[in-house]
């Protein structure tokens, strides 16, 4: 069962940039698609990007298309998260997965979970 970490959380200003990183535990991490999601508070978790195991396509929500970009080197067993732009509308604890399968973006697709990282964007 592979484990996720995330990190790269942290206090922001709006306007600012901000990168995310995930590591995963296992050698076969590399064949995974993994997605990258945020819960607000009081909010469902909300999909942002998806790329799949050879880090070759990706696929954004709307709200993210232009300002994320998701990134990954399996070498190292890290995918990235790239945010720019950001807004206090951007404040959440953000998650990355792992599952079968490109494009997913519904949280049941992805059996493998971090904890979260927390992102607050001051305005």
């Known amino acids: 069962q592979i484990q996720l970490v995330e990190s790269g959380g942290g206090l922001v200003q709006a306007g600012d940039s901000l990168r995310l990183s995930c590591s995963g535990s296992?050698?076969?991490?590399?064949?995974?698609?993994m997605g990258w999601f945020r819960q607000a508070p009081g909010k469902v978790r909300e999909f942002l990007a998806t790329?799949?195991?050879?880090?070759?396509?990706?696929y954004y929500a709307d709200s993210v298309k232009g300002r994320f970009t998701a990134t990954r080197d399996n070498a190292k067993n890290m995918v990235y998260l790239q945010m720019g732009s950001l807004t206090a509308e951007d404040t959440a604890v953000y998650y990355c997965?792992?599952?079968?399968?490109?494009?997913?973006?519904?949280?049941?697709?992805?059996?493998?979970w971090g904890r979260g990282t927390q992102v607050t964007v001051s305005s």
């Open positions: 296992e050698r076969t991490f590399g064949n995974y698609a």
């Open positions: 790329i799949n195991s050879s880090g070759g396509r990706t």
């Open positions: 997965a792992a599952g079968p399968g490109f494009p997913r973006t519904a949280p049941d697709s992805y059996p493998y």
